[in-house]
């Protein structure tokens, strides 16, 4: 069964930053996207950042281009979101999502996701 733990959320000042960690296990997953996603109460859950485990191609959503690294360790079997200038507008919970790389749909829909973290918090203060 394919378990996603996330970690390293906290409570950070804008322009600040943090490292989230995703560790997966269950499967290999060779054959998957990781994605990370966030949601705001009341909001939506959008697609922050993304990568194919195998070959290592990145995507990002365009807000966070430039300022956010998705990354994983083969060896930890771990995705990393590293973000950096946080701002305030980014407080969210943050989740670690995996899906098999034949899946129909866009990297990008939280929908096409088969598989969820439980979160962690983001909190940036002004």
């Known amino acids: 069964q394919v378990q996603l733990v996330e970690s390293g959320g906290g409570l950070v000042q804008a322009g600040g930053s943090l490292r989230l960690s995703c560790a997966a296990s269950g499967r290999t997953f060779d054959s998957y996207f990781m994605g990370w996603f966030r949601q705001a109460p009341g909001k939506e859950r959008e697609f922050v950042a993304a990568?194919?485990?195998?070959?290592?191609?990145?995507f990002y959503a365009d807000s966070v281009k430039g300022r956010f690294t998705i990354s994983r360790d083969n060896a930890k079997n771990t995705v990393y979101l590293q973000m950096n200038s946080l701002k305030p507008e980014e407080t969210a919970k943050y989740y670690c999502?995996?899906?098999?790389?034949?899946?129909?749909?866009?990297?990008?829909?939280?929908?096409?996701?088969?598989?969820w973290g439980r979160g962690t918090q983001v909190t940036v203060s002004s």
């Open positions: 990568v194919r485990w195998s070959g290592g191609s990145t």
């Open positions: 999502a995996a899906r098999f790389t034949g899946t129909s749909g866009s990297i990008w829909y939280a929908s096409s996701y088969a598989y």
